[in-house]
């Protein structure tokens, strides 16, 4: 193949192969990661090789281009650039797209179950503090930035914060939140509510939205404290040999009609103007989070890598994990 | 037996090659790293520091080990004293069947880990099959939780190294001499102490063997206790995990996993030692 | 063989309590294999549309393919090297610590400093990695498992065979073939058995020494990367096939066996 | 000798088949409290079989047992107050000569000290004390039969079963043993029924014995009985050494073969004379009446035996002299002999 | 008798440790070629130690072994022409009688039929055709140590080590099994080495035999030399039965106990008197020169042995008699005995 692309399991049109040799004549295959984490591992202990373009969310990103594993993205190669909004083009890890292309965008908050809730859960403190009838039946992110995140925000704290006493607080606030959780989980937390089993749950937009397909009472909402900006995105390895056709790739995927795939499909909102005005208006409807302005997106504040701060966010949450 | 001195180095020796040239090797690259410092962007900045080791020191590692060891050690018991009968009555079966037998305790294993977990929580959750089940048969009473709590855990990680254990008991159990376990009987011992004295000791390999695999893999694993614990309990797999790949520490990573390995391998060299001393393992020279 | 001494009957009720405890969540996940939803926690009506699914879903199948592949050469070099480890440790004369320590290593390590290890390795040596690299390194934990059992076994194991074979004019080789091979086979086949399983359902080192193209995803990788937009029901299918497979085809070879040996 | 009369254990009518093979065949015998009794047959006739029915190891698929009036079928094996050595010793490879000695005593719970003075004096006995920390494995084959022995008699049971109990041990210390199985006889007041193949050991030690084939039994008898009167030829030809000459015997009651005439009782008709080597007495050729030539020698330590070719029978008879009378003779001599009318039997 | 003198097998100062144990110790003998050698001893003397080092199990800590005159110490087992009966038999436990008796033959690649052919006949000799089909766990223990020893037999090696092959078989049996291993010597040619505590057997099949105790050898020689000649004191009392008398050599050469007199050429001094109970005679009391009274009588078969109190020594003298002339004597009668003096020895 003149491309290996590794992304997660049908985060892509399952014909993309097919549609891009048609439209450029190159051959690419598409490998499946699990998670961030793992498929970062394998690049950091490689050098990146037998890669060609990997999508991660940004943080990972960053690490790459501060690894030197990232290359420098082509803008000529790549004219659908000018399909994002504005917005999509100037966020803090990566101003101007230099190394990485964004591909999905959200935000983190409270998924429900409405018929299950009173009233309208609106502060991350329903979910760290909740109310008796509440107690056992909720979830959080299991993954260190997001269940961090959940806390500092509640704090209004930054989602970057380093700050060892700040930490502390929120090290505090999650082991008590801790007591009253039913799980953490950052797999199946939609299908707990779908089941009943849990009525309040952490979850990024557009995974509540697997769990609203299933029951119309499920909803999402981001609380007032605010939330953090996730993006995935997409990079091309500098040990690539093939960057043209990675870069002629990137611009394939940011075409309005095959970036429309993924708002249709997976549910999640794309950075991608043209895209994004091309969706059925049933679909923001149904899913209401789909129809969040990119304005009101880009003020939640970006995660970002920490550098060795990240050794005070690991004890904490070992600690929060050991904690009983 | 001394007719070839050689012989035994020989046999062992591609094994130990093998693990010589891809275990140790490799490994010891990368455990290196502990000595050195984070990189600013992850990865490993060759600067020697002592600090990843101060930090293992940490009581906080010494209670998530303990906490986890607690769990582990409570699967293997508990995955043995379900493993031994069946590996028993397995010995026991008419000879043509043992195989049949044996391979239908592996067969579930050849499905997936994940979603055999799945299938856990669909017996367990609030409004699982057996919640269900009981409020069909009148219960009434507030749904058990069983997902989500040490049990659940434990549970599964029986479940999931179950076979394991009945596979190295009943290698044990399988062409045992029946005249050791009469004479016992006729000595005067009921069944039971003939299994406490005579059985068990000789089987003692076996049961060791079983339980060292429940206990690593149980205390290495992660995807259970995320799962069926619901992520409150923690296994110190996980901690070395998320270092190289949460936390993107690798020193650290390298520095955990370095003091877990060695913590394992002297508490398996004193377990071997025990389990040798009990069952009445041949002394080296004597044997010769 | 004796009535005074032991009874079928509690072995029997045994074996139907662990196997029953076995294959409950197995029936489970079978049921799930037939739901409607492509919820993986909750049933929603009875569909073989996952079956359908799982036909047409080539990812799945090659997937399948290649962990059968991975799991039947790791199983069978790690029996040979696991096996041939347990006589060589057990055999000899005096034990020794760092023989022990390297036979329990592989156990020990944490999959991911094995599998960072061994990516690093590998890299370094500029070995194209594939197939073969996963099999080359499930083989380092599948003989300590293997070399575990065999030995628990060869503890009490009557070396006296051993000693007639060599007598009666049997090189070492043959002698291993005749006389200790068949009569370690139990613990041969429970070690293989359980090498194939762990190979089967490894995931990370799998995930870290595949190569990076499509030929040498495993179900396992295959799976994990499923969780972000959940497992649908079609590896529940495949697993009822596998297990439907395999279990027939055991029964099978057992019936025609026991026909050959009847005349 | 020490037998008294009341049958402690009672064997009625037992049989056991392994599959097509069967082992024991219908057998009914008293054991007398007190007596020694020795269990003898062909290999493969059943007795280790037998052993282990009595010990609670196999079910009987016929017939009962039963041990001072009390049928102990229901009985598990360690409630049986009988014990037995078994014929491949069984020993507990991961226990030392002295645990192995102490594990019965320890499922007496009795009290530390007397299990160690009890092991101590049993190893002293069966010459074991040296070996007391030493595992199976270490020791010897004669050792090894000692300890199993040693795990038997240490727990003194009302009836004590040994199969092949001595097999592997030398002339001097088998007698020791004997010796020692005889005190306990006497002065523990054991029963015992023993399984042996040294028939000068069972005509020595026994107060009774039966002779097995096939898993049938054959004869029961005072150990002087069975071989100066057996039952058949079988059994005359098992016990000790046995000349046999095919012959007739007439309406004048005498038995007849080629050259040679025997007063005997028996019916008219064809018949075999049984007669033991050493109720042959030789002589110069012509002094007695049949007339034969030597035609081999064997050495037997205390004495030889001439093989004797004669006209009455096909293979030559077997004569024991004394060794210190041999001398004289050598193959290809010819002499002449004469068998003892009284101390022949006559098999019809 | 059938030895001729040269040396097949030649043992050089061959020493064996177990750690503190020592089971052999510095032996030093010569196997002729197709003799029929007998290895007696104490159980634990290092019997089955040495015959393991013959076959290459254990290696020597010291010494070495020639096999008609090459060393074969560098030989594994498999390579060496000779082999070895286990005295524990290590049957094949996943094999059939006939798969364990085929197994040396096939390595030695001979043709199917040739293999069955010898193994056919073999089964036949050793009574195992019966058995032919049946996996050890399914055999009684003599037809388990039939297969061990045909298993040895079958392979028509140049010298065949036999650890105790017939100890567990009856009389009947084990003669059977004598006269083949004989028959085998001879049409063969094959040398045996035999390990026996049946001392009759070593008697009467040995060409020669080897006393061997503690490790050490004590004689080696004819069975009729060591019988009559033992080189000292413990090995008259092994071999046979040996009455022991304590005394003193006079100056006038004359053995001399309390009540007894007997010529003998010694060294004065303190010395002891040894004399075979066969060679003592008896009559009625007064009749010969030492008189004493019968305190036991023990039944051995075709003979008795009184057990004689005399003044000349405080064990009673075995006094072997024929049966039937046993009649006459009964425990507590006095008799009177005699010493033939060129029937015994002197140990000083
Ligand atoms: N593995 C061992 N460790 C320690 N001592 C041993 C070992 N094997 C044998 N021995 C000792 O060495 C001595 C000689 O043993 P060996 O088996 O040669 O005796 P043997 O003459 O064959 O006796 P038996 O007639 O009882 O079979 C014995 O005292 C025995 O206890
Ligand atoms: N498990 C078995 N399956 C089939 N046949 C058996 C089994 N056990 C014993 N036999 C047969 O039963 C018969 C009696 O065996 P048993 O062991 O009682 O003989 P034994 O008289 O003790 O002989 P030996 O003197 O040789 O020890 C033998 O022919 C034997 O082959
Ligand atoms: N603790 C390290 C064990 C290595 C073997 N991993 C096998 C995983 C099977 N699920
Ligand atoms: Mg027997
Ligand atoms: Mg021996």
Not at chain 1, 100 to 119: A, F, H, I
Not at chain 2, 53 to 78: E, G, H, M, Q
Request: charged share 20%; glycine share 8%; aromatic share 10%.
């Amino acid at each position: 193949a003149d491309l290996v692309i590794s992304n997660w399991d049908g985060y892509m049109a399952p014909d993309i192969a097919e549609q891009f040799k048609a439209a450029t004549g190159l051959e690419i295959e598409v490998v499946n990661h699990a998670t961030n984490e793992e498929v970062m591992g394998k690049l950091m202990a490689s050098g990146g090789k037998g890669y060609d373009v990997v999508f991660v969310s940004s943080p990972f990103a960053e690490i790459l281009n501060g690894q030197g594993l990232a290359e420098p993205i082509d803008k000529a190669a790549v004219p659908n650039l000018d399909n994002l909004y504005p917005e999509a083009t100037t966020l803090a890890y990566d101003p101007g797209n230099t190394f990485s292309v964004p591909y999905t965008w959200g935000s983190t908050g409270l998924c429900y179950r409405s018929d299950l809730v009173e009233g309208t859960p609106d502060s991350w403190l329903n979910l760290l503090q909740p109310v008796d009838a509440l107690k056992g039946k909720t979830t959080m992110l299991a993954t260190d930035r997001w269940l961090m995140a959940a806390g500092e925000l509640a704090k209004g704290f930054s989602v970057n914060e380093k700050d060892p006493a700040r930490l502390e607080e929120v090290k505090t606030l999650l082991i008590e939140a801790k007591k009253t959780l039913l799980a953490y989980d950052d797999t199946t937390f939609y299908s707990k509510l779908v089941s009943g089993e849990a009525s309040l749950v952490h979850a990024w937009d557009g995974w509540c939205n697997y769990g609203i397909g299933e029951n119309k009472d499920i909803k999402f909402v981001v609380p007032k404290e605010g939330s953090d900006l996730w993006i995935d995105t997409i990079v091309v390895l500098k040990s690539s040999e093939k960057k043209d056709a990675a870069m002629k790739f990137i611009n394939f995927i940011l075409d309005a009609k095959n970036h429309a795939w993924a708002a249709q499909n997976i549910l999640y909102k794309v950075p991608n103007k043209a895209a994004m005005e091309s969706l059925d208006k049933a679909l923001s409807e149904q899913y209401p989070n789909m129809a969040m302005a990119p304005a009101d997106l880009v003020k939640y504040e970006l995660l970002r890598d920490l550098g060795t701060a990240q050794k005070d966010y690991s004890r904490i949450v070992s600690e929060i994990k050991a904690a009983n | 037996m001394s007719f070839n001195a050689t012989r035994p180095t020989l046999l062992a020796a591609p094994g130990v090659a093998w693990l010589v040239a891809l275990m140790v090797v490799p490994c010891l690259l990368v455990l290196s790293y502990a000595f050195f410092e984070r990189g600013v962007w992850g990865g490993v900045e060759y600067t020697f520091t002592l600090e990843n080791f101060a930090r293992v020191a940490d009581p906080l590692y010494a209670k998530i080990f303990l906490n986890s060891a607690r769990i582990a050690l409570t699967a293997t018991v508990v995955a043995i004293l379900i493993a031994y009968p069946a590996a028993y009555a397995i010995s026991r079966a008419p000879r043509m069947s043992q195989p049949i037998l044996l391979f239908f305790a592996v067969l579930p294993f050849w499905s997936n880990y994940l979603i055999r977990t799945y299938a856990w929580i669909v017996l367990l959750n609030r409004e699982g099959l057996i919640n269900n089940l009981l409020r069909s048969l009148g219960y009434t009473g507030e749904p058990l939780s069983m997902l989500y709590t040490e049990s659940a855990v434990i549970t599964g990680l029986v479940y999931n190294y179950l076979p394991f254990v009945i596979l190295a008991i009943y290698s044990t159990l399988s062409r045992l001499n029946p005249e050791l376990m009469e004479a016992s009987r006729d000595l005067g011992a009921g069944p039971v102490r003939t299994f406490l004295r005579v059985t068990l000791p000789l089987t003692l390999p076996g049961v060791a063997a079983g339980g060292v695999f429940v206990f690593v893999l149980s205390i290495g694993n992660f995807v259970t206790p995320a799962l069926l614990g619901g992520g409150r309990f923690q296994m110190v797999g996980n901690l070395v995990y998320d270092q190289f790949l949460t936390a993107n520490d690798w020193p650290f990573g390298a520095a955990l996993g370095a003091a877990l390995i060695l913590t394992m391998i002297v508490l398996l060299l004193l377990q071997a030692r025990a389990t040798a001393h009990a069952s009445g393992e041949r002394k080296g020279e004597a044997a010769q | 063989m004796n009535a005074t001494l032991s009874s079928k009957l509690p072995g029997r009720i045994v074996l139907l309590l662990v196997f029953g405890f076995l294959y409950l969540p197995i029936a489970v996940l079978v049921l799930l294999s037939f739901n409607a939803s492509g919820l993986p926690t909750s049933w929603s009506g009875f569909s073989t549309r996952w079956y359908g699914a799982l036909l047409s879903n080539t990812d799945i199948l090659r997937a399948a393919g290649n962990t059968f592949i991975v799991a039947v050469f790791a199983t069978v070099i790690s029996t040979v090297l696991g096996t041939l480890l347990a006589l060589g440790m057990e055999t000899r004369r005096r034990k020794s610590n760092g023989l022990e320590a390297l036979a329990f290593a592989p156990m020990v390590i944490p999959d991911i400093v094995l599998a960072v290890a061994l990516l690093t390795f590998f890299s370094r040596l500029g070995l194209t990695m594939g197939l073969h690299t996963i099999v080359i390194s499930h083989v380092i934990f599948d003989l300590a498992f293997v070399c575990s059992v065999v030995r628990a076994r060869l503890k009490h194991f009557d070396f006296s065979i051993v000693e007639a074979s060599r007598d009666l004019g049997a090189s070492g080789w043959t002698t291993f073939w005749r006389v200790t091979f068949p009569v370690l086979l139990p613990s041969i086949v429970a070690g293989a058995l359980l090498a194939f399983t762990l190979s089967v359902d490894e995931f990370i080192i799998a995930f870290f020494t595949a190569g990076a193209g499509r030929s040498s995803i495993t179900l396992p990788m295959q799976i994990y990367s499923m969780i972000r937009f959940g497992i649908t029901p079609e590896v529940n299918a495949l697993a009822t096939i596998v297990m439907g497979v395999s279990a027939t085809a055991l029964l099978i070879s057992q019936w025609l066996n026991r026909q050959q040996q009847v005349p | 000798m020490n037998a008294s009369s009341n049958p402690i254990l009672r064997i009625e009518g037992v049989g056991k088949a392994f599959g097509p093979v069967t082992a024991v065949d219908d057998v009914t015998l008293d054991i007398r409290e007190n007596e020694f009794f020795a269990l003898l047959g062909p290999s493969g006739c059943g007795k280790t079989t037998l052993l282990r029915m009595l010990a609670g190891f196999e079910s009987p698929n016929a017939g009962r047992i039963l041990l001072e009036g009390k049928d102990i079928s229901p009985l598990p094996p360690e409630k049986r107050p009988l014990n037995l050595m078994f014929q491949s010793y069984a020993l507990f490879p991961h226990m030392t000569v002295r645990q192995n000695l102490s594990y019965g005593l320890e499922m007496e719970r009795l009290a530390r000290t007397e299990i160690h003075r009890r092991v101590d004096e049993t190893m002293a006995t069966t010459d074991l004390t040296q070996f007391a920390d030493r595992k199976p494995e270490q020791l010897s084959g004669g050792q090894k039969q000692r300890v199993a022995l040693a795990r038997a008699l240490v727990k003194r049971p009302k009836v004590l079963l040994l199969d092949e109990p001595l097999g592997a041990l030398d002339k001097k210390l088998r007698e020791k043993m004997q010796l020692e199985l005889k005190r306990m006889q006497n002065e523990v007041g054991i029963t015992f029924i023993i399984v042996t193949h040294d028939q000068e050991e069972a005509l020595v030690m026994a107060d009774r014995m039966a002779i097995l084939k096939d898993g049938r039994l054959l004869q029961v008898g005072a150990p002087e009985d069975v071989y100066e009167r057996p039952a058949d030829r079988f059994v005359a030809n098992f016990i000790g050494v046995m000349n046999f000459i095919d012959g007739k015997v007439g309406v004048d009651g005498l038995f007849a073969a080629e050259g040679l005439q025997v007063k005997a009782s028996g019916n008219a008709g064809s018949a075999t004379l049984a007669v033991r080597p050493e109720n042959i007495v030789i002589g110069p050729p012509g002094d007695l009446p049949v007339s034969g030539a030597i035609v081999d020698i064997a050495y037997h330590g205390l004495d030889r035996v001439l093989h004797v070719k004669t006209t009455a029978s096909a293979t030559p008879l077997q004569v024991r002299i004394p060794a210190s009378g041999a001398g004289n003779w050598k193959i290809g001599d010819a002499l002449s002999l004469k068998i003892d009318p009284a101390r022949c039997r006559l098999f019809q």
